[in-house]
């Protein structure tokens, strides 16, 4: 038995998965034709990251579908994480597709400077809330950048 | 620049953290003392598939936390998907747990047979949605059941 994967819902899987595959570089594992807009059928693409191995499906439901009920933000899902080289660059690239970091409850600003690491945090295209985690070469890692 | 975890929400760390280390398997990457019950600070357990090295991260956080907000069941995350051997047995764990397979709106039943697989949905403690998708012995495999 294991943990296969973890499953977001998307409202636009094509937007979604260029926004994963072309940010984050995770790669899709299926279908083939991810790029062909959907049409009344539910869709789901599944992607991987090709240096941790997590893996994300992206599940989108046509208002057809009997799953296809309101998107309604919710608490359950609390943020996916990310391992970043250069913080700088990676938020540059958001705002090209028009994503700014979120000001937290708990620092000032919209980009954290502690010892050791620098963290933000940007919604994705669905609202998802990402965790943009860089560490501080020559400081001791946090444990939970640790390498997977 | 990899994808590092997944973060759910929980109301109770150590409930959750039992229920994923018990029922499926999962190890507890850190804190040690994961099991003291939390105070009244926020608490993180990082969770680890040792078999597909899925990592799953539990966010609790109090009342009095700026991020302890009501948990509102929402639709950005669509499920958790575990690969099982043996679903029947499992399913009886889970009764022992209070939690029994919901009825799902594209087929008849709690437990879904389809040529080469054997499928169930479970909410845990929290609320999350759980796929548990078995192969029939034999049959060939579903994409999405392939080897992370």
Do not use: C
């Amino acid at each position: 038995m294991y943990l296969s994967y973890f499953g977001i819902r998307v409202r636009d899987p094509v937007r979604a998965a260029r926004f994963y595959t072309e940010v984050f570089g995770l790669k899709v594992v299926t279908p083939d034709d991810w790029r062909t807009p959907p049409g009344e059928e539910a869709r789901v693409v599944l992607l991987r990251d090709p240096e941790s191995g997590q893996r994300l499906e992206l599940n989108y439901y046509p208002a057809a579908s009997p799953y296809g009920t309101a998107y309604v933000p919710g608490e359950e899902l609390d943020h996916l994480a990310f391992h970043v080289d250069h913080l700088d660059a990676l938020l540059k690239t958001l705002e090209g597709w028009g994503l700014r970091p979120e000001a937290m409850k708990h620092y000032e600003g919209p980009i954290h400077d502690a010892p050791g690491y620098r963290v933000a945090y940007v919604r994705d295209p669905d609202g998802v809330q990402l965790e943009l985690f860089e560490t501080v070469r020559g400081e001791a890692p946090k444990f939970r950048d640790e390498k997977y």
